[in-house]
């Protein structure tokens, strides 16, 4: 799966000199979180989040009045606070390149270039998103965690008892096992019952858990 399939296209976005008393209040009007940040060659240079405007707000023991708050507000713009040169991806960025890299520079967006130009975000929510559908979060069936020897053919003889069975497996996943020999597996199946899945998997893995959701 590549980003292009997921990514919001036309994001919202803010421009060096808007006050961050206006990028608030688009960011609320457009039910977002964060706006991409461009100069006037429509170029993306930072990220403006709601995190970074609450950070640059007086605090609630200010002894300011509302209007004096609001006043400095509207005079402290987006280039002032924004978190500067922002990693970018493109269109044909991969969603676990994206999603590695989110993690590993504790990142909440990633802006989405084409041709020099913004084309889209793709932001944590998205990637929860995605997380759900490949666990198959939305569809009911019986989840099974089970740990397995890290050797070829073990998931191959799992799915090939399901289908003689007529077990359709709706989603399947791996982690790491305690050791450097073993593999989780994390699936789930429909058209059966939990005593039919433990009949499949026990002969050939240990099963960790096992339930109907």
Same mark, same amino acid.
Not at 19 to 43: F, P, Q
């Given at each position: 799966?590549?980003?292009?399939?997921?990514?919001?296209?036309?994001?919202?976005?803010?421009? &060096?000199?808007? %006050?961050?008393?206006? +990028? @608030?209040?688009?960011?609320?009007? #457009?039910?977002?979180?964060? !706006?991409?940040? *461009?100069?006037?060659?429509?170029?993306?240079?930072?990220?403006?989040?709601?995190?970074?405007? &609450?950070?640059? %707000?007086?605090?609630? +023991? @200010?002894?300011?009045?509302?209007? #004096?708050?609001?006043?400095? !507000?509207?005079? *402290?713009?987006v280039k002032n606070i924004m978190s500067r040169n922002p990693l970018t991806i493109t269109k044909q960025t991969t969603v676990e390149e994206a999603l590695k890299l989110m993690v590993e520079n504790d990142l909440s967006c990633l802006p989405v270039i084409e041709n020099g130009y913004l084309s889209g975000i793709v932001s944590k929510s998205d990637m929860f998103k995605i997380l759900l559908e490949m666990l198959g979060a939305n569809d009911t069936g019986v989840r099974v965690e089970a740990l397995v020897e890290d050797k070829v053919g073990v998931v191959a003889g799992l799915s090939e008892q399901f289908t003689k069975e007529g077990i359709n497996i709706i989603s399947w996943g791996t982690i790491e096992g305690p050791t450097a020999d073993t593999k989780v597996l994390t699936f789930k199946v429909q058209n059966a019952t939990v005593e039919q899945v433990k009949a499949i998997v026990e002969p050939i893995a240990k099963t960790l858990d096992v339930r109907s959701v």
């Open positions: 799966m590549i980003i292009a399939d997921r990514m919001k296209k036309n994001p919202a976005t803010a421009s &060096l000199d808007m %006050s961050i008393k206006e +990028a @608030s209040e688009k960011m609320k009007k #457009e039910k977002v979180h964060r !706006l991409t940040v *461009l100069d006037d060659a429509k170029h993306v240079v930072g990220v403006i989040s709601e995190k970074d405007i &609450l950070l640059a %707000s007086p605090s609630p +023991a @200010s002894t300011l009045s509302t209007y #004096e708050i609001n006043y400095l !507000l509207s005079k *402290l713009t």
